[in-house]
Structure formats: C-alpha cells, structure tokens
T-cell receptor, first 115, second 112 residues
Framework: DAGVIQSPRHEVTEMGQEVTLRCKPI?????LFWYRQTMMRGLELLIY????????DSGMPEDRFSAKMPNASFSTLKIQPSEPRDSAVYFC?????????????FGPGTRLTVL | KQEVTQIPAALSVPEGENLVLNCSFT??????LQWFRQDPGKGLTSLLL?????REQTSGRLNASLDKSSGRSTLYIAASQPGDSATYLC???????????FGKGTHLIIQP
C-alpha cells in the first residue's frame, strides 16, 4: 500500500487566498484525521471523520477552516481566506476499525506558508 | 484538559549509548499511548503502541513502558545508532476522544 497520500507537499500563498489541502487515506481505513503542527503549539487535532462523517471538529480554529470527506478515499481541508498565522504543516492520518483500535498512520504532510 | 510533556526537549549522545526518553501526561484516564518518530520534513512513523492495560511493548532495540497511575511513559533505545537521530513524539488517546494528544517531542541526535 502507498500509505496516506497528501497533496500538495508544499504550498505558498498570499494572505486572503483560498487554500485546499488534499488527502487520500489508506485503502480500507475508515477513520481519518487532520492535524496541524507548529513550533509553538506542536501537533493539534483539527477534525476527525469516521465512515466519511465528521465526528469531532472542535479543534477547527475558526470558521475560515472547513473539511469534507465526500467518499472513503478522499478528504479536503480548506482555508478561506488564509492568514499568515495559518502557516504550519498540516498532516492527514488514517486508521482502521474505528479510532479506538490502534495505530494512526500519518501522511508526509503539507507545508503551508501564507505570506 | 489533557497535557502531555516530554523531557528532555533535546538530547545529543554518542553512538552506542543506551538512552531513555520521558513522557508524562496529566490525566491518567487514557485508552492507549503511542510513540512516534518524525524525521525532518517527513510525516510521523508509529514505533510502539501500548494499550492502557499493558505495561510495556518491545520492538527491536526499542522498549516502551507505561505507568498509567503515575501518568508516565518511557521509551528506551538500546545501542543507539546515528540512524536513530530524529524527533520522538509521545501521544495519548483518551477514552471518549478520537484524536491523539501529543507532546512537543524530544529532538534526538546520535553522534557518530
């Protein structure tokens, strides 16, 4: 299996622009997570999907952030409008059998820079 | 709110040494604890997962222990190698929560 796939790997944009990050989970995994990593705050959970349904979005910082999972093999995280403080590495992770059962597998991340 | 702390924040040791990385968490009502490795510019790789009912897990030169009542875990690396250089992250999963709560990591450098 190719593992969790994220695109793009790097994104540089200007303040106010819309940014869309993409994730393809491992085939057969039914839980998907979006995390954000910054130097100051470390890794933080943004939102969690189970069977394509958003279960917990309490970590989404503002209404500017939205996430969708239209099917089992694809998810997006959108920031509109983007701000410089959104600059971070965004990770997608997936796990099998419900999140309680074990290991989350992480993608390589998208490094976002908002100028 | 659960908080996870990792000590030390950075560590540099000569090749061949045995070393211990520490992780503490404030709420002992966890479901499991995971240790991850993160290489620069890369994602996270899961090293070991310890369920709350377990005391330790071993994989090769790595051994992770869990003392749930005291809110502590250690990652023991035997006979360290330069290839072990990375940031090591500890994360806990609480019952009822679906995501992981991470520490900020220990940046490890193994000197050849």
């Amino acid at each position: 299996d190719a593992g969790v796939i994220q695109s793009p790997r790097h994104e540089v944009t200007e303040m106010g622009q819309e940014v869309t990050l993409r994730c393809k989970p491992i085939s057969g995994h039914n839980s998907l997570f979006w995390y954000r990593q910054t130097m100051m705050r470390g890794l933080e959970l943004l939102i969690y999907f189970n069977n394509n349904v958003p279960i917990d979005d309490s970590g989404m910082p503002e209404d500017r952030f939205s996430a969708k999972m239209p099917n089992a093999s694809f998810s997006t995280l959108k920031i509109q409008p983007s701000e410089p403080r959104d600059s971070a590495v965004y990770f997608c992770a997936s796990s099998a059998g419900g999140s309680y059962l074990g290991t989350q597998y992480f993608g390589p991340g998208t490094r976002l820079t908002v100028l | 709110k659960q908080e996870v702390t990792q000590i030390p924040a950075a560590l540099s040791v000569p090749e061949g040494e045995n070393l211990v990385l520490n992780c503490s968490f404030t709420d002992s009502a966890i479901y499991n604890l995971q240790w991850f490795r993160q290489d620069p510019g890369k994602g996270l790789t899961s090293l070991l997962l310890i369920q709350s009912s377990q005391r330790e897990q071993t994989s090769g030169r790595l051994n992770a222990s869990l003392d749930k009542s005291s809110g502590r875990s250690t990652l023991y690396i035997a006979a360290s190698q330069p290839g072990d250089s990375a940031t090591y992250l500890c994360a806990v999963k609480e019952g009822g929560a679906d995501g992981l709560t991470f520490g900020k990591g220990t940046h490890l450098i193994i000197q050849p």
